[in-house]
């Protein structure tokens, strides 16, 4: 059968957007090519117009310029809709790898959900709170264990009373040191006189020049 009917021809794939742009962008590069042409192909005609005299050579010069120039145009229009064409199917495959990613992430959550769900089921409540509650016993055993390490031996027994009296008495003491009240008495003193006393005085009764003392001063 399959020699008198041949074999079905296999389907080629189409083609993917991202080998849709990659073409369109080809053609456009192409098409730029060709502007950028015909764009030295006027700059020559211009230089050369501006070098010719009016007549029939300028008028024929400047006919080929113009259809250089209509050729430009319709290029340009051309390398507009390819670029457009372009633009919009990148924004299609931008939006299209965005349904992509979005979907790889919601199968990614369902299965971490999955995977959460399966360890919670070998979590048990109880067990944390057994685990909890023998950790706090440790911990107080330990607790009881420094202290008792702690504890002090052949200490003589001391009455709280006397601890209190004595810590009273050491206030008083403290504030006694604290005391500044003799400064007081100092600062009250008398003032000394600005007099000088008479045994101080140059003479005596007799008018005979004495010293400090009242005495006579020696001739020197």
């Not at 993917?16 to 742009?21: Q, V």
């Given at each position: 059968m399959n020699r008198l009917?041949?074999?079905?021809?296999?389907?080629e794939p189409a083609p993917?957007?991202?080998?849709?742009?990659a073409g369109v962008d080809q053609r456009a590069e192409a098409v730029e090519k060709k502007i950028n042409s015909l764009e030295n192909d006027l700059r020559k005609f211009r230089d050369q117009l501006s070098k010719m005299r009016e007549g029939p050579g300028k008028n024929a010069?400047?006919?080929?310029?113009?259809?250089?120039?209509?050729?430009?145009k319709a290029y340009e229009n051309q390398l507009d809709n390819l670029r457009g064409q372009s633009f919009n199917m990148e924004q299609a495959n931008m939006?299209?790898?965005?349904?992509?990613?979005?979907?790889?992430?919601?199968i990614a959550?369902?299965?971490?959900?999955?995977?959460?769900?399966?360890?919670?089921?070998?979590?048990?409540?109880?067990?944390?709170?057994?685990?909890?509650?023998?950790?706090?016993?440790?911990?107080?055993q330990a607790d009881e264990v420094q202290e008792a390490l702690g504890r002090t031996y052949n200490t003589p027994e001391i009455d709280d009373d006397e601890l209190a009296a004595e810590l009273d008495a050491l206030g008083d003491e403290m504030n006694l040191d604290d005391d500044q009240s003799y400064l007081d008495d100092v600062l009250k003193a008398p003032e000394a006189p600005s007099t000088k006393p008479d045994s101080e005085r140059d003479t005596n009764k007799n008018g005979?020049?004495?010293?400090?003392?009242?005495l006579p001063q020696l001739n020197k």
């Open positions: 009917f041949g074999k079905e021809k296999a389907k993917s957007i991202s080998d849709a742009i010069v400047k006919a080929k310029a113009l259809r250089i120039l209509k050729q430009k939006a299209h790898q965005a349904l992509k990613d979005t979907h790889t992430t919601v959550m369902k299965d971490g959900m999955k995977q959460m769900k399966k360890e919670f089921k070998k979590i048990n409540i109880d067990d944390i709170d057994d685990v909890q509650d023998e950790l706090a016993d440790m911990l107080e005979v020049p004495v010293d400090e003392f009242g």
